[in-house]
Structure formats: structure tokens, C-alpha cells
């Protein structure tokens, strides 16, 4: 069973930045895709960045042009740079492959002055 573990959270200044990353236990080449996801207190999970097999990327339009997903193959590690970022995009973020497992404890993000 791959094992997915979030790590790279923390609390931010608003226009900070931070790099969230996604380890797997197995490769990430043999997912069909790879996406980091975020909830917010009170508010649905949403899908926040994807990246596929081919290295397609999708964004939100909440953090286009703000946060940017990739990969490293060797390492089987996925990551969010996130930047300018706002209170808004205080959540617990996660990640998960397509298709999904089991949601893990993901990585809290906090911006705030």
C-alpha cells in the first residue's frame, strides 16, 4: 500500500512564501496524476493543483500565477511552491494520487500577521 506524507507547512506573513511537499512510498510516475488539495475550517475540500503523467498542469483559479506544482521523479516527491501568499489560503493541505487513497493527516498552512 503507497504511502503518501504531506510536510512543509507553518505559519506565514501574508506575501510569504512556503514550499509544501508530498512524499510516496512508491513511484509517482505509475499514478495517473498527482494533486495537492487544501481545506479551509467550515469550507469543503477543493483541489488547489494537479499535475499528470505527462506533466500536465492544472490550477485553481485562486492560486494561478501564485503557487506552482512539480515533481522529482527520483525522489518520488511532489511539491507546492506557494508565493504571495494570503490569509485566504489558510487550510490543511494534502495531497493524493488518481486515483485517490485514503486522505492523510496533510500540512497545515497558516497566514497570518
Known amino acids: 500500500q503507497v504511502q503518501l506524507v504531506e510536510s512543509g507547512g507553518g505559519l506565514v506573513q501574508p506575501g510569504g512564501s512556503l514550499r509544501l511537499s508530498c512524499a510516496a512510498s512508491?513511484?509517482?510516475?505509475?499514478?495517473?496524476?498527482m494533486g495537492w488539495y487544501r481545506q479551509a475550517p467550515g469550507k469543503e475540500r477543493e483541489l488547489v493543483a494537479r499535475?499528470?503523467?505527462?506533466?500536465?498542469?492544472y490550477y485553481a483559479d485562486s492560486v494561478k500565477g501564485r503557487f506552482t506544482i512539480s515533481r522529482d521523479s527520483a525522489k518520488n516527491t511532489v511539491y507546492l511552491q506557494m508565493n504571495s501568499l494570503k490569509p485566504e489560503d489558510t487550510a490543511v493541505y494534502h495531497c493524493?494520487?488518481?486515483?485517490?487513497?485514503?486522505w492523510g493527516k496533510g500540512t497545515l498552512v497558516t497566514v497570518s500577521s
Open positions: 512508491g513511484s509517482i510516475l505509475s499514478f495517473n496524476a
Open positions: 499535475i499528470d503523467m505527462f506533466g500536465n498542469t
Open positions: 493524493n494520487k488518481e486515483p485517490p487513497m485514503p
